[in-house]
């Protein structure tokens, strides 16, 4: 188990600028998460780790020990990649013991640690079988467990499970999840899926263009979100981002939406907003804090808002209800039942404690 220390990471392709002054700490046994989307830099960043792309500026240490100059083979790092990279001519047991044979391991060891990763993963029965005999779910078991028994003091994971179906996702995160608890290693997994992010990390990485936007708990990030960007990225359904203005009300603050409604700020915000009203914001507030507003006075801190029910769409459990402010269109999650009939009028309480302000200038949330 090593912690991982990159300072100053430059990496150019030609005249693309792909990763950008990158700073980062992941301690020793911490799950961290690159996600971002497509074009960011986190699967440059991983291959930078792992010594499969070469870096322009900067240094990385892992364990302590820089890793600059040194081949992939010697970082004592262990892979898993989107694709599985199986030998199908090779059985599953010698898939996995692969890269312990090319150690020169003795083989009592390695059938030890084989049978190991076996019953930690679950593919005992299947050593025997070919790749073209597994299912993709147990193709990527046979992949981490080839990683497992490298015993290294890294594991990288370049979106190993993107891939599979949505079924499999889920049982792969779990999977992934407990394996972490088991073996205490630290991990390191890029993913462009923000629930896998949300739901696997201890810390998550989000980046954009090249540069780290935001690092942080992953409930952090959710609830603190330091743009409009992050903000908006995670979470599902996406945070409702809705223009709006800022304008001096009394002694406090409130929002005027483009409907002519006023919202009043609870005092804990407006404290927080002296000087800044008067301008242009963006109002950000996630569905799940959006709900029906039910008999006439409103808590401290809600505004009841009247809308259509635009669109409908049940999940089973929770059902969204697109309605539209001000020419915007606004995702709310109810229950399953707390919605009338598709183009019915509709009282919501919007709970602007949970709310963002956003300047739209410089994406900062105020």
Do not use: W
């Not at 391991?105 to 593919?123: C, N, Q, S, T, Y």
Request: aromatic letters at 6%.
């Amino acid at each position: 188990m090593a912690d991982v220390r990159i300072a100053g990471l430059q990496k150019y392709y030609g005249a693309v600028h792909a990763l950008k002054g990158i700073d980062l700490h992941v301690g020793e046994g911490e799950f961290a998460i690159f996600v971002g989307p497509s074009g960011c830099g986190k699967s440059t960043l991983l291959r930078t780790i792992a010594g499969l792309e070469q870096l322009d500026g900067g240094t990385i240490a892992i364990g302590g020990q820089i890793v600059n100059d040194m081949r992939p083979r010697d970082r004592n790092i262990a892979m898993v990649f989107q694709n599985y990279a199986l030998y199908p001519y090779l059985t599953v047991y010698d898939n996995v013991a692969f890269g312990l044979r090319a150690r020169k391991v003795v083989e009592p060891e390695i059938k030890r640690r084989v049978d190991e990763a076996a019953a930690m993963l679950g593919i005992g029965p299947l050593l025997q079988r070919y790749p073209r005999q597994l299912s993709g779910g147990q193709r990527q078991r046979v992949a981490i467990g080839r990683a497992i028994v490298r015993q290294a003091q890294l594991f990288l994971f370049d979106e190993p499970l993107s891939n599979l179906d949505a079924k499999l996702r889920d049982e792969m995160r779990g999977e992934i999840k407990r394996l972490h608890r088991e073996i205490a290693t630290t991990m390191i997994y890029v993913t462009h899926d923000q629930v896998e992010a949300m739901t696997l990390a201890d810390k998550i990485v989000l980046l954009r263009d090249g540069r780290i936007e935001q690092l942080g708990a992953p409930l952090d990030l959710f609830e603190r979100p330091a743009t409009g960007f992050v903000a908006g990225f995670l979470g599902s359904p996406s945070i409702n981002l809705i223009p709006a203005r800022l304008v001096a009300r009394g002694n406090g603050a409130a929002i005027a939406l483009a409907t002519g409604e006023t919202l009043a700020l609870p005092p804990g915000r407006t404290e927080a907003l002296a000087g800044k009203a008067e301008r242009q914001v963006i109002l950000g507030i996630r569905p799940q804090h959006i709900s029906r507003a039910i008999g006439g006075k409103m808590p401290s801190g809600v505004a009841r808002v009247s809308a259509k029910a635009d669109l409908i769409q049940p999940t089973g459990t929770r059902t969204f209800v697109t309605s539209h402010v001000g020419g915007v269109a606004v995702t709310v999650e109810l229950g399953a039942h707390d919605v009338g009939a598709q183009g019915s009028a509709v009282d919501y309480a919007v709970d602007l404690n949970r709310s963002i302000l956003i300047d739209p200038e410089t994406d900062k949330v105020l």
